[in-house]
């Protein structure tokens, strides 16, 4: 289980990305866009095109973790 710190930071791109990137990408895209250390334990939520997936991105200490979910709607 992955558990986010209370008082974490959380941060939603509002553009969309290629979702064959990376965590390494992701994080420099982060430096980029955003002006957001991705290091800094913020946690950092992407969105593909159509909007029915995301990707987020959270330093734990240990390293860059990456989770992908697919949003279903019933």
Request: charged share 20%; no cysteine.
């Amino acid at each position: 289980m992955i558990s986010i710190p209370s008082g974490a930071r959380v941060l939603l791109a509002i553009r969309p990305v290629d979702f064959r990137k990376g965590a390494h990408t992701l994080a420099a895209l982060a430096q980029e866009m955003l002006s957001e250390d991705p290091f800094s334990g913020a946690v950092i939520v992407y969105r593909a095109k159509r909007g029915d997936r995301i990707k987020i991105l959270v330093w734990d200490q240990s390293g860059l973790v990456l989770i992908w979910k697919y949003l279903v709607s019933h």
